[in-house]
């Protein structure tokens, strides 16, 4: 199974305000000398960011890698790259043609962080539980909740009883009779939402299994998940305009169609069927005759 062996600069820059002291200023030199680091031991790390190399090996936990030697890796792709265009600033006032420009630089790059993000391993174990699932509930506060209702009406299409909930009291209702054939997939992207922590927390201990879409790193949303997903975000459009989850938003959707695709190849001849009856009633409704 391949994995990927880009995105430890990605994840450095994601995890870095969430590091103890010790392990931020590691990141903070990794990120400033990446060309050094990747010759350096754990010693050499410990001693060039006057840490130690206990740090070092704590940090890559905290990064959630294997070790020093896969984050090497990663780095090592990542600056065989070709430069690419870093998150702008919008400013207040600023003409629309680079607004444009900018939020357009800004949602692709979101994408390509979150591409080279993916463990593909971890991608096979949520596509495994989608597929196996008899039912899929999706789960989201906010602008999260409109990702969850993108899901549902994805995977609808593979005639599988599928929900969406942005709200405690109607989820609440539905995860109290969820059994371990269901599949709870929490939506978040700080990973910090009570509520939809609350949910997979009530539907892990029922049995069911969980499946988390959030910001790289761990948190109480994570920490009920089975399988954690992760997305990239962590130069989100600036503050005055955080609260729209621009570049995040696509970030999430992006994830969301990598799952769909994946499981609907996996299921190509079921799903071509259910496709064509889809189709048909759709041809119906809108008074056509259909074939055969």
Known sequence: MKNSLTGGLVILNEMKDKLPPSEKKIAEFILDQPHEAIHCTATQLGELSSTSSAAVIRLCKSLGLKGLQELKLRISGDLQKKPEARYRDIQPGEPSDS??????????????????????????????????AG????????????????????????NKPTSAFTD????????????????????????????TAKIMEIAKKKGARTISLTRYGQSPVTEHADVSLYISASREIPAPFRSGATSSRLAQLHMIDILFVNVVTEQWDKASEYFHEITDVMDLLKGKKTKG
């Open 168 to 195: 405690m009291h109607n989820a609440a209702m539905n995860i109290a009779n969820v059994t371990e054939n269901d599949v709870i997939f929490g939506i978040s992207f700080s990973g910090e939402t009570y509520e």
């Open 99 to 132: 607004i444009v420009e900018k939020i357009t630089s800004n949602s692709l790059q979101a994408i390509r962080e979150t591409t080279e993000m993916v463990d593909y391993r971890t991608l096979s174990e949520a596509v495994k539980l989608l597929n196996e």
């Open 135 to 158: 039912s899929i509930h999706f789960f989201g506060v906010g602008a999260s909740g409109i990702i969850a209702q993108d899901a549902q009406q994805k995977f609808l299409r593979m």
